[in-house]
Nanobody, 124 residues
Framework: QVQLVESGGGLVQAGGSLRLSCAAS????????MGWFRQAPGKEREFIAA????????YYADSVKGRFTISRNNALNTVYLQMNSLKPEDTAVYYC?????????????????WGQGTQVTVSS
């Protein structure tokens, strides 16, 4: 079992930046991958980025490439999502997720563990 707790959401103006954190606890092995997703009202949950715990390999959705950066601090069992050049369309609840296995995938169903989410609101 893996427990995930997100933090760092809030209200920011368009063009601004936020950094989300996801603290993991429980059965954390080297062969684990963690991801960030988001869900806007009335829309499906959308993949943003993923990272492997072992070598830090990353995978991004095209919609955030060049603006968002995922990183991890294994000593703290924490994954981050640095979000720059935020747009109003980035407004959503952001979720951290984890899966066993080092494959970086975008499907919601491939992740077995989820945090409670943190709200990000970007004003125009």
């Amino acid at each position: 079992q893996v427990q995930l707790v997100e933090s760092g959401g809030g209200l920011v103006q368009a063009g601004g930046s936020l950094r989300l954190s996801c603290a993991a606890s429980g059965r954390i092995f080297s062969t684990i991958a963690m991801g960030w997703f988001r869900q806007a009202p009335g829309k499906e949950r959308e993949f943003i980025a993923a990272i492997t715990r072992s070598i830090g390999a990353t995978y991004y959705a095209d919609s955030v490439k060049g603006r968002f950066t995922i990183s991890r601090n294994n000593a703290l069992n924490t994954v981050y999502l640095q979000m720059n050049s935020l747009k109003p369309e980035d407004t959503a609840v952001y979720y951290c997720a984890a899966k066993y296995g080092v494959q970086l995938v975008a499907a919601v169903g491939d992740y077995g563990y989820w945090g409670q989410g943190t709200q990000v609101t970007v004003s125009s």
